[in-house]
C-alpha cells in the first residue's frame, strides 16, 4: 500500500511539473527556422534584446538577413543571400547560426554574435581540429549545417554529402563544436554506392 501512494504522489508531481520542465526546454533549445517564409520575417531572440529580420522582396529575387537591437530598432546587415537559409538563436541570445544553402551542392555553417556581427566559420573551425575533413568538405556535394544549439557554446554539426565517382560516395560526420575551441568527432559514417 505504501508503495502505491508513492508511485501516486510521484506521477501527481511530475504532471504538475510539466508544464514548467517542458517550458524550460523548450528555451534550452532554441527552434531551428527554415527560410524564407515570405516577403518578410522575425525571429526574436530568447531574451528578446535582438531580433533577426530576413527580408525576400520582389519573389526573393533579394534575400536579406538583418539583426535588430529591439530597444532601439538600429538594424545591421548580416548579409545577403542567393538562396534558403536556417537560422537559430543561442539560448543566451549573444550568438546565432545561418546555414546558408548557397547551392545544390553546397552548404556551410556561420555562426554570428548578435553585437558585433562578428563571424565564426565553422568549417574552419572543424578543420583546424580535424584536417582531414578536408577531404569531405571539397567534395562534389558537401553540406555543412548546424542541427541545433547544445548549449549558449554549444553546436551538433553535421556534415553529408557524396562524390560522383570517387569514393568514399556518400559520408557523413557528426561533431559537438563548443565556440570557445573544442571540437569533438561524435561519428564518422561513409558508404560506397552500387555502380
Known amino acids: 500500500m505504501r508503495g502505491n501512494v508513492s508511485v501516486v504522489l510521484t506521477l501527481i508531481f511530475l504532471l504538475s511539473a510539466w508544464p514548467l520542465l517542458a517550458a524550460s526546454q523548450d ?17 526574436p531572440s530568447p531574451n528578446g534584446k535582438w531580433a533577426l529580420i530576413f527580408q525576400c522582396p520582389n519573389d526573393c529575387s ?11 530598432h538600429a538594424r ?37 554574435e548578435a553585437a558585433s556581427l562578428e563571424e565564426t566559420d565553422v568549417a574552419k573551425v572543424v578543420l583546424a581540429r580535424y584536417p582531414d575533413a578536408g577531404q569531405f568538405l571539397s567534395s562534389g556535394h558537401s ?18 554529402g557524396h562524390n ?3 569514393p568514399p560516395n556518400a559520408f557523413t560526420l557528426r561533431y559537438r563544436i563548443d565556440l570557445r575551441g573544442k571540437v569533438r568527432k ?9 555502380k
Open 62 to 72: 533579394e534575400r536579406k538577413l538583418w539583426v535588430e537591437e529591439t530597444s532601439s
Open 76 to 112: 545591421k546587415l548580416v548579409k545577403e543571400y542567393g538562396r534558403s537559409l536556417d537560422i537559430s538563436w543561442a539560448p543566451d541570445s549573444h550568438l546565432f547560426f545561418v546555414n546558408d544553402n548557397s547551392g545544390s551542392t553546397d552548404a556551410r555553417c556561420y555562426v554570428y
Open 27 to 43: 528555451k534550452a533549445t532554441p527552434q531551428v527556422v527554415s527560410l524564407p517564409k515570405g516577403e518578410a520575417s522575425r525571429f
Open 186 to 194: 561524435l561519428s564518422q559514417h561513409a558508404e560506397e554506392r552500387p
Open 164 to 166: 560522383e565517382g570517387s
Open 143 to 160: 553540406y555543412l549545417r548546424a542541427k541545433r544549439w547544445l548549449n549558449s557554446h554549444e553546436l551538433l554539426v553535421v556534415l553529408t
